[in-house]
C-alpha cells in the first residue's frame, strides 16, 4: 500500500477535500512519519517494562474526612430554579 494512496483513503474517510499539492506534501509527512516508526522497529526493547507513562504517575488525594458542610436549603439558596430539594437544569440531551 503505497503513502498516496493511504493519503487519500485517510482523507475520504474524514471527508476531507484534498488537492494534488496537499496530497503530495502530506504523502511526503506520511514517509517521513514511517520511516521513523521503521527505525523504532529495529530498538531492542525486550528488557523494558511496557509503561503507559514515560515517568512514575501517582494519584495525591487527601484523607477523606467528615466535616460540615452545606444544607440542602443553603445550597439551594441562590439557584434559579429549584424542585423538591434538587436544582432544577434546562435538559440537554433529547
Given amino acids: 500500500m503505497s503513502a498516496v494512496f493511504d493519503v487519500r483513503y485517510t ?14 506534501k502530506f504523502q511526503a509527512q506520511l514517509t517521513q512519519v ?13 528488557g523494558v517494562e ?9 494519584n495525591v488525594f487527601r484523607d477523606d474526612v467528615a466535616r460540615d458542610w452545606f444544607t440542602a436549603e443553603q445550597a439551594l439558596a441562590n439557584a434559579p430554579r ?7 437544569v434546562p435538559k440537554v440531551i433529547e
Fill in 82 to 88: 429549584s424542585a423538591n430539594q434538587l436544582f432544577v
Fill in 50 to 58: 511496557p509503561t503507559a507513562h514515560a515517568n512514575a504517575v501517582f
Fill in 11 to 24: 482523507a475520504q474517510l474524514a471527508r476531507l477535500h484534498l488537492s494534488e499539492e496537499e496530497i503530495a
Fill in 34 to 46: 514511517l520511516a521513523y516508526v521503521e527505525k523504532l522497529e529495529q530498538v531492542d526493547v525486550s
